[in-house]
């Protein structure tokens, strides 16, 4: 009798202690935030990449750049008649520059995995390179060529990366169009944005590569034993039309030149129109 009567105590006092369970992990990862935004404001290394940032604002001499996605449908396409473009390439899209001519004009990377199996090679690429400061332990000291830039949680398309950092948004191409607009391109055509990928599973769900990588332009992309995280397609076309209103509201547009791609939030355009020869 007196063990039936309990049990909605017990019950509620569960309840309870999974609430404050919840509530402590809310105020760790709070804490964490804040530790994060004061050493990147404060530290020398956050500094450095703040003022660098903040010196690199507007300093495009051109309107138009192209951001080069990782998707197979590169292989359809002569990226030689983007030598000379203004070019944002992402992760390990330093595989490209054989094919390109010359490497991209700017490296920019956000992933902690990419990051973590892949830093040697991209530190390696003679261009700026704008890495994500969450994962800068990664990054040997005294490396002025690499920019950090800070994240944020709460979504949205940032105008200021210096001052206010700005939102993944599930995908690094997000990143490169809040960088591009910072440095001041108002127009930008997206290439290899597939939006479309074979391998299956819950968004964000870190898996290990079993054999040639199906989803990007070479087999080796993500290879045999390369850890990555599987694509968050629905947050990621949230995040694109966050930066497609930012740049119309700015007077320019973002369009998408992929071919065959998936991704339905951009105008499409014809790439050889744009680059004839491509």
């Not at 990782?70 to 000379?84: A, I, T």
């Not at 990664?138 to 830039?149: A, H, I, N, Q, T």
């Not at 397609?233 to 694109?240: C, I, K, Q, V």
Request: contains cysteine.
């Amino acid at each position: 009798m007196i063990r039936r009567l309990l049990r909605p105590f017990r019950r509620l006092a569960r309840r309870g202690w999974r609430a404050a369970q919840g509530l402590g992990h809310s105020l760790n990862q709070q804490r964490g935030e804040l530790a994060l935004r004061l050493a990147y404001r404060f530290s020398r290394e956050g500094r450095r990449s703040r003022e660098q940032l903040a010196s690199m604002r507007g300093t495009a001499t051109e309107r138009r750049c192209v951001i080069i996605g990782n998707g197979p449908s590169l292989n359809q396409m002569d990226l030689s008649v983007l030598r000379d473009v203004p070019t944002f390439a992402l992760n390990r899209g330093y595989l490209l520059f054989e094919r390109i001519g010359a490497p991209s004009t700017y490296l920019v990377s956000a992933n902690k995995y990419v990051l973590e199996q892949s830093m040697d090679e991209m530190l390696a690429v003679p261009r700026p390179k704008f890495f994500n400061w969450r994962h800068r332990q990664l990054v040997p000291p005294g490396r002025d060529d690499v920019v950090f830039f800070d994240t944020v949680r709460n979504p949205g398309f940032s105008t200021d990366v210096p001052g206010r950092g700005l939102w993944e948004g599930a995908t690094v191409t997000m990143v490169a169009m809040q960088l591009a607009y910072h440095l001041g391109f108002r127009e930008v055509v997206l290439i290899g944005v597939d939006h479309s990928f074979t391998t299956e599973g819950p968004a964000h769900k870190l898996v290990t590569s079993q054999g040639a990588d199906p989803n990007h332009f070479d087999p080796n992309y993500f290879g045999t034993g390369y850890r990555w995280q599987l694509p968050d397609l629905e947050r990621s076309e949230r995040a694109y039309r966050m930066a497609k209103a930012a740049y119309e509201a700015a007077g320019g547009e973002v369009v998408d030149a992929t071919v065959g791609g998936k991704l339905q939030v951009f105008r499409k355009v014809d790439f050889a129109g744009l680059f004839p020869g491509g």
